[in-house]
C-alpha cells in the first residue's frame, strides 16, 4: 500500500510539473515620462491573427540613435528581426522574418510597456487585416 502511495505521489507531482503556467498578470502601463529600461530578454506568449497560439523569445537592444531600439524574436523555430522607436510608454516597430520559415513576411507592431517592464500589444501581418496579440514578460537577470 505504501508504494502504490508513493506512486501516486510521484505521477501527481510529475503532471503537475508538465501542467502549463499561466503567464503574471501585468502590471499597470507606465508613465509616459517614467518608463523602465526596455533593453533585455523577453519571454514571448501570443496569438496569432488566425487565432492561433504561439511563443518564444524577444531579444531587445539598443540601436544607433536615441530612443532607437533592435528586436530579434525566436519563435516557433524562425527568426524574425525589427527595429522600433520609443515614445513615451509606447514602442512601435517593423519587422521582417529572416529564417525558419518558407514565407517571406513582414509586418508592423506597437507595445505598451508596463511599469513592470512587460510589453503587450499587437503585431501584424502585411496583407492581413487583423493584427495578432503578444505579451512580453522580462526574463530575471
Known amino acids: 500500500?505504501?508504494?502504490?502511495?508513493?506512486?501516486?505521489?510521484?505521477?501527481?507531482?510529475?503532471?503537475?510539473?508538465?501542467?502549463?503556467?499561466?503567464?503574471?498578470?501585468?502590471?499597470?502601463?507606465?508613465?509616459?515620462?517614467?518608463?523602465?529600461?526596455?533593453?533585455?530578454?523577453y519571454a514571448v506568449n501570443a496569438f496569432d491573427p488566425t487565432g492561433e497560439e504561439y511563443g518564444g523569445t524577444l531579444t531587445i537592444t539598443e540601436g544607433g540613435q536615441p530612443n532607437e531600439y533592435k528586436f530579434q524574436w525566436l519563435i516557433s523555430g524562425g527568426i524574425q528581426e525589427g527595429t522600433g522607436t520609443l515614445a513615451g510608454n509606447k514602442l512601435t516597430f517593423t519587422w521582417k522574418s529572416l529564417a525558419g520559415t518558407d514565407q517571406d513576411i513582414s509586418g508592423t507592431g506597437e507595445y505598451t510597456i508596463t511599469v513592470e517592464g512587460q510589453l503587450y500589444g499587437t503585431r501584424t501581418i502585411n496583407g492581413l487585416d487583423i493584427p495578432g496579440t503578444e505579451t512580453a514578460y522580462p526574463n530575471p537577470k
Open 1 to 41: 500500500m505504501k508504494r502504490i502511495s508513493i506512486l501516486i505521489f510521484l505521477l501527481a507531482i510529475g503532471l503537475s510539473a508538465c501542467a502549463r503556467n499561466k503567464p503574471a498578470p501585468l502590471g499597470a502601463d507606465a508613465p509616459a515620462d517614467n518608463v523602465p529600461n526596455i533593453v533585455g530578454s
